[in-house]
């Protein structure tokens, strides 16, 4: 059997007439740690009367989701569902996984009462819960899935080093660095900022690149985002670690210096054809008066 995510761009299919009532699978965003962080939506649900589902590498382990609801002062229902999710890269092994974790959940949502999923992060952003939604919603149609956003963690890591992620026109990818390098260095050139996820496994050979290509000073290490031990480095500290083992919760955020500039954009009726000032300055004031100075209207767009 395969899961394709493409169940989740699917609406509901409408209520056929019958009088049978379906719970609600919600995903519930709770941020990457700081209880601070969980939406007045997210504490809503948890403290309602859907039934709690969490996520678990191996079985009867700790649940960083779980963690994060306990610290707020949430105490897990004693009617809570463990979803176990094996840290795998076997496509077998993940479906057999998604596949069970919606059997251990279905029976709630088919007798009427919602099920609320906790999610570290934002449900929207990597989350193993789009698979599980997808599995559910193959074998009940017509469950509603409802996500709530929260906050993710490189938005938190930001926050956190009080740096910028972007501003007005600078661009931003966001990528798994288990991808290897050479991706790396083919988005890098287009992005002011280069968002890396799942560091963990390229750790060293990423360390030695940003010191090869003298990129050290623009970068900044995440990890444990908003729990009790987060951790956040920058600059030559990270070359210290190299040698060290992160946590899988280990984000890297790299300002990229030598960005190739954008041409030509346009925005609404107006065309812009040179770069905005840095967001660090690196833009000089004749630079700044050349880009007033290069703002053209469009050409008039014919009525139809």
């Known amino acids: ?41 997210a504490w809503r649900l948890l403290t309602g009367t859907a039934r709690w589902a969490y996520p678990v590498r191996k079985q ?6 779980l963690t994060i609801a306990n610290r707020a002062g949430l105490t897990t229902p004693a009617d809570a569902i463990e979803l176990h999710f094996p840290m795998s890269h076997d496509p077998l092994v993940l479906t057999r996984a998604w596949a069970r974790a919606a059997e251990a959940i279905l029976p709630t949502l088919l007798a009427g009462r919602d099920v609320a999923v906790l999610v570290e ?26 996500t709530l956003p929260g ?12 740096i ?47 010191s090869e290509r003298s990129l050290l000073p623009h970068a900044l290490l995440a990890e444990r985002v908003g729990l009790p031990n987060e951790r956040i480095l920058r600059g030559e500290a990270l070359h210290d670690l190299a040698d060290a083992t992160l946590s899988y919760l280990a984000l890297l955020i790299l300002r990229n210096p030598n960005a190739t500039p954008v041409g030509e954009r346009i925005r609404g009726c107006r065309k812009k054809t040179t770069a905005l000032p840095r967001i660090d300055g690196t833009a000089t004031a004749s630079e700044a008066k050349s880009h007033a100075a290069a703002v053209n209207p469009c050409d008039p767009v014919t009525p139809r």
Do not use: C
């Open 164 to 210: 910028p992620l972007a501003a007005q026109e600078e661009r931003i990818a966001v990528l798994p660095a288990n991808y290897g390098l050479p991706l790396i260095e083919a988005v890098l050139p287009h992005f002011e900022t280069l968002i890396l996820l799942k560091v963990k496994p390229l750790w060293p050979t990423l360390v030695a690149w940003l």
């Open 151 to 162: 906050v993710n963690s490189f938005t938190a890591a930001a926050a956190a080093a009080a």
């Open 1 to 41: 059997m395969t899961v394709s995510l493409h169940f989740l761009s699917e609406t509901t299919p409408p209520a056929a007439a019958t009088t049978e009532t379906l719970g609600t699978l919600y995903g519930i965003s709770l941020g990457p740690g700081n209880p601070d962080w969980i939406t007045r939506g």
């Open 121 to 146: 992060g934002d449900a929207s952003t990597y989350a193993t819960f789009q698979y599980l939604a997808a599995a559910v919603r193959e074998r009940a149609p017509r469950i509603r899935v409802d």
């Open 60 to 65: 009867g382990g700790e649940s960083v989701a």
